[in-house]
């Protein structure tokens, strides 16, 4: 019991962090709160599907199509739809909220509400210090490891990274240095959505594909990105461990009342707050942001 809470933690925080950092990310960068992201998740989803069980392509060419279009998407829905009204908060949120529907409709349009099944990207599993772990869980673990370290050192160790992270901290001084500004958040929305991309390639053998799954992980990733900070993706990767070990607990201690893993989500970012009201590594100033 104890082996499978800590496998299905470590998946589940993983696709959550992913989110939460793309979340995270154009947040700290557009103060845009895109409540579409995790529609661009859901879109990855069917793509995997319908590459692989629709028109019989490989893992490899599924992953690599469904997460470039994807990224496409989300590039085109930026730049076409967010950035013309990004300085007006509310009409961002009804704009992303639309553009989530009509995501929805036109998925279960085409694809009916049925739920859709992806095999696994690696069948069978594997035996680790005696434990039976599926080959899928470890690849996802393994995708998820790499896609954070690799972000991090975007972040951190390129020009890429220096320009997001001074748009974050102040847009007009780092205009004034020379960075676009507009590219730069061209740039973070094209890296937001394409961990969405990604977040789906690793979870959609694990889950089921249907017109509304991107409902519950935005509840989630909401509840992450405050608990953890606004803006902060070191806050979005802890809380999203934290959000996942909730779930998992309360779908593995109570089966019959797992619909309450969104309560006790909340609950928990609730506590937090209460003590640090920033979240846990969020900012009370806008000094610093990523």
Do not use: C
Request: net charge positive.
């Amino acid at each position: 019991m104890l082996e499978l809470i800590i496998v299905l933690t470590l998946v589940t925080g993983g696709v959550y962090a992913l989110l939460a950092i793309g979340f995270s990310l154009i947040f700290g960068n557009a103060r845009v709160i895109n409540l579409a992201h995790t529609a661009f998740f859901m879109a990855a989803a069917y793509g995997m599907w319908y590459f692989m069980r629709q028109l019989g392509l490989g893992v490899i060419e599924s992953i690599v199509i469904t997460v470039l279009a994807v990224t496409i998407l989300g590039l085109l829905a930026y730049w076409f739809l967010i950035n013309r009204i990004r300085e007006h908060h509310a009409a961002v949120l009804l704009m992303t909220v639309a553009l989530a529907l009509v995501f929805q409709e036109i998925f279960l349009g085409i694809f009916s509400s049925r739920y859709r099944t992806i095999p696994s990207l690696i069948p069978g599993y594997s035996e680790i210090f005696g434990i039976r772990v599926l080959n899928q869980h470890l690849l996802s673990l393994g995708i998820v490891a790499v896609v954070i370290v690799v972000v991090w050192l975007i972040l951190t160790k390129t020009k890429l990274g220096i320009a997001i992270r001074a748009t974050a901290q102040d847009a007009e001084v780092a205009n004034l240095m020379g960075i676009s500004v507009p590219r730069t958040l061209l740039m973070t929305m094209g890296i937001a959505t394409a961990l969405a991309a990604i977040a789906a390639v690793v979870v959609a053998p694990l889950w089921v594909v249907y017109p509304y799954m991107w409902n519950a992980p935005l509840v989630m990733i909401l509840v992450i990105v405050v608990l953890g900070g606004l803006g902060s993706t070191k806050g979005s990767i802890i809380g999203a461990f934290i959000v996942a070990l909730v779930e998992v607990l309360v779908g593995t201690l109570m089966p019959s009342g797992a619909y309450l893993k969104f309560m006790f989500a909340m609950l928990v970012m609730i506590i937090v707050l209460v003590v640090r009201p920033g979240g846990l590594f969020g900012i009370v100033f806008e000094e610093e942001r990523l």
